[in-house]
């Protein structure tokens, strides 16, 4: 069965090269590249095996390019942290995140010892709790913590299953020995 490729123009080729070159974004460069193949006459199978897009993918690509051009293929989305959480809603965890530490949000729950220090899975314990809302990718929490002004830092050595008043009675028995 042959399917009929839309037809463009030599100067709508021209856009799409024009668009790839000025792209910074890979993923956008990817949609004009595989759309501008298609369009060529490329076979469907070499467009995937050279932009490592998937099948659906390229048609989606070239269904925005025919209903939008080359706007339809441009980055539309906000970005996962910003769909889900309004920039005065960020504001508000930073001044949370700063108000509270996660022993006071969690109790014993906290993900460190001394439930002194956020961590990604305090975050995700908090964003839950306080707005309803959960992101898939652990990176959307570091970029979260970036928002509220935290960087990255090296979690305490300890043990969840450490109970702290075991070893303070154990070393006291030590020490009287």
């Known amino acids: 069965m042959t399917r009929e490729r839309f037809r463009v123009t030599e100067q709508q080729i021209r856009q799409l090269q024009q668009a790839y070159a000025q792209a910074k974004d890979s993923d956008v460069r990817t949609r004009y590249q595989a759309v501008r193949l298609y369009v060529q006459g490329y076979p469907t199978a ?3 095996q050279i932009t490592g897009c ?3 993918s390229l048609m989606e690509w070239c269904r925005k ?3 939008s051009g080359v706007a339809g293929l441009e980055e539309h989305r906000g970005g996962p942290v910003r ?4 920039p005065q ?3 508000e965890l930073r001044e949370k995140l700063r108000q509270y530490r996660p022993y006071d949000l969690l109790g014993p729950e ?3 010892a001394s439930g002194q220090h956020w961590t990604v899975e305090d975050l995700v314990r908090a964003v839950q709790r306080w707005y309803g809302v959960n992101w898939k990718s652990r990176a959307s929490y570091h970029h979260l913590f970036a928002q509220c002004g935290y960087s990255y830092q090296r979690t305490e050595k ?3 299953s450490r109970r702290e008043k075991d070893v303070l009675e154990f070393e006291a028995r030590v020490e009287k020995k």
């Open 158 to 160: 300890v043990y969840k």
């Open 110 to 112: 906290a993900h460190t």
């Open 89 to 91: 809603q960020v504001a």
């Open 65 to 67: 390019y025919r209903q």
């Open 54 to 56: 998937n099948r659906s």
């Open 46 to 48: 070499e467009i995937i």
């Open 83 to 86: 769909a889900k959480l309004k």
